[in-house]
């Protein structure tokens, strides 16, 4: 065997060898720009329910997505080299889009649950989370926890861990007047108009509406974090579940999404969701 025959054989080699064991980032950008990752080749798509603040929510331009979960989509789909893409969905209706291929996987403070994680992929938790009680701050109402909320109009958004805590509740036998919307926003439009008294909410939420110094509004019950949101994907969708997953840790680990946190919350809001 001449020696550039054996040389060229073992360059090959090396390559092999680099392929097969030092896979990272790069190898995973590039096979997500080429369409091994996504349904569209080159792009990210999300499923979003934008009217939630502050995870994700329309600017006051009434068409760019901005929030939480919006700018760590940007940050997810830049380090996989990829376009990032949302489509706004409904909440009652954004598990079925997941499952039909309408996008790849969905963002919106999508909370981890038995029944869910049955259903779908799930990536690493990204942020944590907990129940909140808010009032107007001029309200008359007395009562400091959800348990003594009997008699009042309660407001929540429907089909959410919101939903199913308040229907707990009631179950209990906690005798209250719900009133369920589709956005979480409407809660805070009829309590700012006193068409409701009270509304149960995620804290993460809470802490949006409650920052601005004018706020109306006040909290004045947050429960324990008990639970986290994380990327939901198809069952089977182990691939991107994968490749998110290591994104995450990597922007975790470089500050990134602190400083997300930091931006849209003012405070550390992730870090818990890790430990």
Do not use: H
């Not at 229907?167 to 369920?180: D, H, N, R, V």
């Amino acid at each position: 065997m001449n020696l550039k025959k054996f040389f060229c054989m073992g360059l090959i080699g090396c390559l092999i060898a680099g392929g097969l064991f030092a896979k990272g980032d790069g190898d995973t950008a590039g096979q997500a720009q080429s369409g091994g990752l996504t349904i569209k080749p080159g792009v990210l798509t999300i499923g979003m329910e934008i009217g939630y603040p502050p995870m994700e929510y329309f600017d006051t331009d009434g068409k760019t997505p901005i929030g939480f979960d919006v700018s760590m989509a940007k940050a997810i789909a830049a380090k996989l080299g990829l376009q990032v893409e949302f489509v706004d969905t409904a909440w009652d209706g954004i598990f079925a889009g997941v499952d039909t291929g309408k996008y790849d996987c969905i963002m919106s403070a999508v909370t981890v649950t038995p029944e869910r994680q049955a259903a779908y992929n799930f990536t690493k938790p990204y942020i944590g989370n907990a129940q909140a009680l808010v009032l107007r701050k001029d309200s008359t109402v007395t009562a400091a926890r959800p348990e003594e909320l009997g008699g009042l109009r309660v407001a929540y958004q429907a089909e959410t861990t919101t939903d199913i805590y308040m229907t707990k509740l009631a179950q209990g036998g906690l005798a209250f007047e719900p009133y369920e919307y589709d956005k979480v926003l409407n809660c805070f439009d009829d309590l700012r108009l006193e068409r409701v008294d009270a509304i149960v909410c995620d804290s993460l939420v809470a802490f949006d509406y409650i920052a601005p110094a004018n706020s109306p509004f006040k909290i004045v019950w947050q429960g324990e974090a008990d639970e986290v949101f994380a990327i939901c994907l198809k069952k089977g969708n182990d691939q991107l579940t994968n490749a998110i997953d290591r994104v995450l840790d990597a922007l975790f680990a470089d500050g990134t999404i602190l400083k997300i946190s930091q931006d849209v919350f003012q405070m550390d809001m992730v870090s818990s969701a890790r430990k």
